[in-house]
């Protein structure tokens, strides 16, 4: 058997030689002063701006201290597109990222006392020169392409910035192959173009709006909630498909409770009905579309009675919900969702979805969806990086040639060396995104992490990837350091800034400042000309007409669209970024890759008798691993529940509020123990929880052992062989009910 | 005047801002809330309705709570607002159990806190309650009913709306609308 040469760690098991020394704060004069320059003379009343880091939508806002300099509140920028003013439970909580006290505190390094792994304290120039002195010693011996940065967030741009200096461009994140890769793919081969982030979706304007599996409500991204608000009050007609009442369900015209893994024979059936009856914008199609005969003959036998069949939602529905669509189009939106790595087969789902739009002509118009731009704002100017003697789509050559992004899942797995590959990642460096939780199938995650020589996690909190690291460096929170410009693209282009609102608390410190201070270690001061962040800002936002001073006080600027309309002209003439030139019913890139070019109906996998389905979701008070200990949000929720239909409860004698462990399909046990919610709301043949707890790292002290974490019962995951998108909705789980047998401690 | 407030449960995800923000703006304690979610579903699969709805103080013109302070401390303020005044509390409870809707609870410092409208702090500083202008889906009005111009007499002449325990008398100033 092969011993782990990585024991985990939980971060509180620091070596006795590292007491003494965590106590102390090793204070950095360059970044303290820095800040502190700043913060100085910020009294009560007076505001910071930021942009909320607690999810990917970014919202800029403002943030308040009391009477006692303490950060007090945050509140939505009413210029900002992103929140117009409001923010989301989560983001109002954000201040708890701040104050939470189980924060990661100082740099630790992996060492061994009496034998056992531990976790010593040491001082940032201990810890960065013997991350330097590996990363040289790697790229000497392999190559500096065999380091991969996993990122989700603002520190990704520090880290990425070091990493192509260093010469690797293996940057990734799980936000691709682990969630809206699919969607991206199957739009970018149909319309060219992909839907991006904050989502296109030209919600407030929409008279129809179809969610499937997408639920907007209890996922709070903020601009998509506050326009489906908009379109309620404005009388716009909501469909919901969900095998479970989600919130957005009951504010819908129709809910169609599907029988999970079908969707893609109700997409088959709406298009057949569209077709069949004319429901479709005939001169949209004609002028811009390809492949429209192709799609006709191909969805001619899938009526709404065969449909039926499989998704056990009533053939006049499906008929009466498609009316609706095509009497609002083209202010139609077929909500391409976000996670949507289910099945295996998604971005070919998501291509039907995408081919709804087009039929529809919901694709550039009003209500549809519209053409975002971005600010263009220069880039501090370098040194051109090195060229990498590898790309990181190397690791996973032949495969997932459509993907348009670093499939996360790739690096993965090729850092496991196979015989007849080996791709040689030595380090991983892992900043804002606890993988243990993020990338499903947990046993290769670690082994590849085993087969790693470094792993470097920069995180604000000990999740539990950090138990992994050799080395643990604390960054600081959002609100007590600068970061780059947000620049997403919208409607109309917009920049938002993010300024310290207080010093880095305890001994963490900002990723900028990390960064170059590891880049000066590794001889790279020339990719970091700056002397600070102020420097950088201040030089780009000179650049487009403002200032950092000025950004200080608006926190949002916007400028005027430059390219392109918002939406297309009538009888415009467009061309589309495809190989065509037109928008892809038909998909030449798929059949060129040898994908079924138009999509087709696969049967999944479905629960043997006294399983069901795992589904998972999002509440509206957490944002995963990064909140689970938040203590604002943890006072809204603390752990999440198993929602069991009454039937099933019945049948097995559950009681609401009973604890019970889950056993999946693979004879994996959940390490805890999770409530039984007995709800109606959830179908008779699934479960439901909220992803992101269930979290076993004892000093993470509100999230530990509360509730199950999902993702350890995710092993058996179908890849998209599209796009590499790793399918998760593809497991079973059944009760175990004696929840103290010994029989059922999970087996490590 | 008499200032009120209009919940929309046709637009209300439950996602709790409100209660956050109050909780931020007020300094309440974490572990206690002045405001709170109610989610009341109906019906069995698939025929299912829920109605959610951001609870709070509602002000009642004819408060038992009011009525049964020993001291004084629970008062009528501007506009209706039924406020606690921390001094004069003895922290007895006696309001607390008064209430139908549950609406006090004992601050950790002493006394009885609850809902203020955010009067002081923001309402007559011409803000609205902090609940009301976080809320992402702008289904909370809130206005002086005595304007007819006011966001929340606009939307009651508009709207179905109903109160909650109409029938304890208590005359309650916070609206939901159906
Ligand atoms: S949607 Fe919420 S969590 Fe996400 S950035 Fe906006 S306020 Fe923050
Ligand atoms: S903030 Fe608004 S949508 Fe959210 S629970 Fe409160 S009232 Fe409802
Ligand atoms: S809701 Fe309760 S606390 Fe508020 S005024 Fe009415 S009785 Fe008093």
Redesign the pocket.
Known sequence: MKTNRRQFIKIGALGTGGIALAATTHNWSFAADLVKKYVAGDTAGQRTATYCEVCFWQCAGWVYKDEDGEIQKIIGNEDDPHCNGRFCPRGTGGIGQYHDEDRLKTPLLRTKENGKDVFKAVDWDEALDFIAAKMKGIAEKHGPECIALFTHGSGGAHFGHLLKAFGSQSITAPSFAQCRGPREVGFLTTFGDIIYSPERTDIRDSKCLVLIGSHIGENMHNGQIQEMSDAIDKGATIITVDPRFSTAASKSKFWLPIKPSTDMALLLAWMNVLIENGWYDKDYVERYTYGFEELKAHVQPFTPEWAYGITTIDPNVIRKTAKEMFDASPAVIIHPGRHVTWYGDDTQRLRAVAILNALLGSWGRRGGFYNPEKANVPDFPVPEFPTPKRTPTEAYEGKYNLANEVVSNGICDATIPTPDKNCSFKMWMVNGTNLMAALPNQKQTIDAINALELLVVVDTMPVEITGYADVVLPECTYLERYDMLRKSPHREPNIAVRVPAAQPKYNSKPADWIAKKLAEKLGLDAFFPWKDMEELLDWQLKEIGSSLDEMKRIGVKKFPRTYDDLYFAPGEDVSFNTTTGKIELYSTDMEAEGFDPLPVYTPHEEPAEGFYRLIYGRAPMHTFSRTANNPNLTDLMDENTLWVNPKVAKLWGLEAGQEVKLKNQDGIISTFAIKVRITERIRWDSVYMVHGFGHNNKKLSRAHGRGINDTELITNVKVDPVMGGTGMRSNFVTFITDIYSTENEKKS | MRYAMAVDTKKCVGCSDCVVACQTENKVPIGYCRDWVVEVMDGTYPQLEIEIRSER????EN????RCCPTGA?HYADGGV?LVTPDECIGCGA?IA????D??YPHPDGYVD??TFCLDNRVKKGLDPACVSVCPTKCMYFGDLDDPNSPVSKVLKKRKFKTLIPEAG?Q?QLYFLI
């Open positions: 103080c509602n002000h009642c408060s038992p709570c009011v629970s039924v309001c008064s209430c139908p809707y609406a006090r609850k809902c208590t309650p």
